[in-house]
């Protein structure tokens, strides 16, 4: 690409938006870009490394903006107006990606990335839930019970597999009925519900 200037496109913002870092932590507690417009890809979730262009399992929490409608496009990409409506508070991976050069942003990529450690674990109550819910929900052993059953066929282990799901769902379920949780919250919070995850897996033949 011969260009030295960002053109408007949008095309940036229509493949998933950025991952936060550290620098970032200020936006969502200064409530610029609120934790409900958030979702947070769980460690040792399957993700797409954007470099890479390869699955690989996230080393950490990785938080990202929700998209529109469930695809890609960043939430506050404005279609019509083709801009960032957050612009003055747009993350630091946003700041710094140049498509016709990207060695800014690779410096940067999958480093110092916040989680919802730095975020959630001064709210008593709600962080041990989440700690419970990872260890409950863990993707490495989801992993393991999945391969050991892809091997043995075991009955038992897609039982198991099927009980950890049902915990996932009638967790979110429980916190905004009797805990009275923002629902919108629950991306963020517990990342995407396993039953989403777990299709959206298969889908790519992981
Ligand atoms: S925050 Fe703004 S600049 Fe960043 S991906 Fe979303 S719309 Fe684009």
């Not at 460690?43 to 903006?65: C, H, L, M, Q, T």
Request: hydrophobic residues 30%.
């Amino acid at each position: 690409m011969n260009f030295k200037e960002c053109k408007r496109c949008g095309t940036c913002c229509r493949k998933g938006g950025p991952s936060f870092h550290f620098e970032d932590k200020g936006i969502i507690e200064d409530g610029h870009i609120p934790a409900r417009h958030l979702y947070t890809i769980r460690k040792g979730e399957p993700v797409r490394d954007n470099i890479s262009e390869k699955i690989v399992y996230a080393p950490s929490d990785i938080i990202k903006i929700k998209g529109q409608k469930n695809g890609w496009t960043c939430f506050y990409y404005d279609e019509i107006e083709k801009r960032c409506a957050v612009y003055k508070y747009r993350p630091l991976e946003c700041k710094l990606l140049k498509c016709w050069d990207t060695r800014e942003i690779e410096r940067v990529f999958g480093k110092n990335l916040l989680t919802r450690k730095e975020v959630m674990s001064s709210v008593e109550g709600l962080w041990e839930l989440i700690v419970e819910h990872d260890q409950r929900c863990s993707y490495k052993e989801i992993r393991k019970l999945t391969d050991e059953h892809g091997k043995t066929k075991k009955e038992n282990l897609s039982e198991k597999i099927d009980e950890i799901i049902a915990y996932d769902k009638i967790m979110r379920e429980l916190v905004v009925k009797k805990g009275q949780l923002d629902s919108e919250l629950l991306d963020f919070l517990f990342g995407r519900p396993l039953s989403v995850t777990m299709r959206l897996n298969s889908a790519e033949k992981l």
